[in-house]
């Protein structure tokens, strides 16, 4: 059975960072493609970055190039997001999901989501 924990997300000022984490189980993390996808009150998903865990390429959506950093470590099965340079409008919910930027919602595994807040 698939299972993908998030955590990490809390309250921080604009301009600031967090580091979010997703632990996983149940498939082959260490071959396969996995994304961070996020979710702000009122709007639809959003997909944000993925990585292929094998490989280490990576991809990101142009709001937040430059800013966040996606990573994992296959040893620990654990997907991480590194985001810095805060702005109110990366507040939402963050989830990390199976699958690649065109992928991830037919695969249709996500977590519960961990919620960022970006807010003076």
């Known amino acids: 059975e698939v299972h993908l924990v998030e955590s990490g997300g809390g309250l921080v000022q604009p301009g600031g960072s967090l580091r979010l984490a997703c632990t996983a189980s149940?498939?082959?993390?260490?071959?396969?493609?996995i994304s961070w996808v996020r979710q702000a009150l009122g709007k639809g998903l959003e997909w944000v970055s993925s990585?292929?865990?094998?490989?280490?390429?990576?991809a990101y959506a142009d709001s937040v190039k430059g800013r966040f950093t996606i990573s994992a470590d296959n040893a620990k099965n654990t997907l991480y997001l590194q985001l810095n340079s805060l702005k109110s409008e990366d507040t939402a919910r963050y989830y990390c999901?199976?699958?690649?930027?065109?992928?991830?919602?037919?695969?249709?595994?996500r977590g519960q989501g961990t919620q960022v807040t970006v807010s003076s």
């Open positions: 990585i292929r865990t094998d490989s280490g390429q990576t």
């Open positions: 149940g498939f082959p993390f260490s071959s396969s493609v």
């Open positions: 999901a199976i699958g690649s930027a065109s992928t991830w919602s037919d695969i249709g595994y």
